[in-house]
């Protein structure tokens, strides 16, 4: 018989309740800030102090219309944040992947719930997380209705106090508003958004050019004279909803120009065109924003290829 330490408590195997309990008190507290941001007639978030579920009232039907539904988290982005001990910019990268996707199809994002698994969970770094939530949720106008924070001491390894944050989001998309690429044709002109930093996709690449340049501290190399490595790949997520939002109209309202498919550049970078584009149809991309400094000098740093790089990053 092995002779080893005696576990006799949740505590002692590495989880501590009254800590999490904690933790779940602070981030269900950021969520009720959160619902009202988006007046929709139809769904309304309630509070559920001693629930396990998020609550969303249904005030009328969608007569024809559909619930559209997508998941997503920030990736490895998050292992930046634990290198530079900052996680209150991460909720703009959430919603940003959450809500750009949903109001791809022409659907007006109106809440979700996220999920974060954690190594060991602290009220410091949840109230950072919950305060970049809370701030994004009020760009997009949505609300984050619920979550679940989870200790996960053996399974969540990396960095610093390593966590995995993902989300679910749901919107609704009136019937007759549906965006999918099928309306295409020939001469339609392409419009860019310009984005602000890296996003969610491509940090591994990122991070392994970096790490190869500069060694294991590289997220405190210095990136021209203001920023250094980390600050630069921890840049928060521009969220893009609003406007799309604005031009479609939302739920109820007319649309401000003929928009006939949006695609969300993202991982596979600018070939996520051909998800919407009809068979046999391409795209001419001209006058192109020049891909920010940092996406330059990691092309350099690589190296990687123009085509390998408009492929892994938004550029």
């Not at 969610?200 to 500069?214: E, M, P, Q, V, Y």
């Not at 604005?246 to 109820?252: M, N, Q, R, S």
């Amino acid at each position: 018989m092995v002779e080893g330490k005696e576990y006799k408590s949740y505590r002692q195997a590495g989880v501590d309740i009254k800590r999490g309990e904690e933790c779940s008190r602070i981030a269900y507290e950021a969520s009720q800030k959160t619902f009202s941001n988006q007046d929709v007639e139809i769904l309304e978030p309630e509070k559920l102090e001693a629930g396990f579920s998020g609550l969303l009232k249904i005030n009328s039907e969608l007569k024809g219309g559909y619930i559209v539904k997508n998941s997503d988290g920030v990736g490895s982005k998050a292992l930046v944040a634990q290198r530079m001990d900052r996680h209150d910019t991460l909720g703009y990268d959430l919603v940003a992947m959450l809500a750009d996707d949903s109001v791809s199809t022409g659907a007006l994002p109106v809440g979700g719930t996220n999920t974060i698994d954690i190594h060991h969970a602290e009220p410091e770094l949840i109230a950072g997380l919950m305060r970049g939530l809370v701030e994004a949720c009020e760009v997009a106008n949505l609300s984050m209705v619920g979550g679940e924070i989870a200790e996960l001491p053996h399974q969540v390894k990396g960095y610093s106090d390593p966590y995995i944050w993902n989300g679910d989001l749901f919107g609704i998309l009136a019937r007759g508003k549906r965006i999918d690429g099928s309306s295409i044709t020939p001469g339609d002109s392409i419009v860019g958004l310009q984005s602000r930093g890296i996003r969610s996709n491509g940090l591994t690449l990122a991070r392994k050019i970096c790490d190869s340049s500069f060694g294991e501290d590289w997220h405190e190399e210095p990136f021209g004279q203001d920023s250094s490595w980390g600050e630069v790949l921890l840049k928060p997520s521009r969220i893009c909803t609003p406007a799309i939002v604005d031009l479609v109209g939302g739920y109820k309202g007319n649309a401000r120009a003929d928009i006939t498919g949006i695609v969300h550049i993202t991982g596979g970078g600018i070939s996520n065109l051909k998800r919407i584009l009809p068979e046999g149809m391409g795209a001419l991309l001209t006058n192109l924003f020049t891909p920010q400094e940092e996406f330059l000098e990691l092309q350099r740093l690589g190296p990687v290829s123009d085509e390998e790089a408009y492929r892994t990053w938004n550029m």
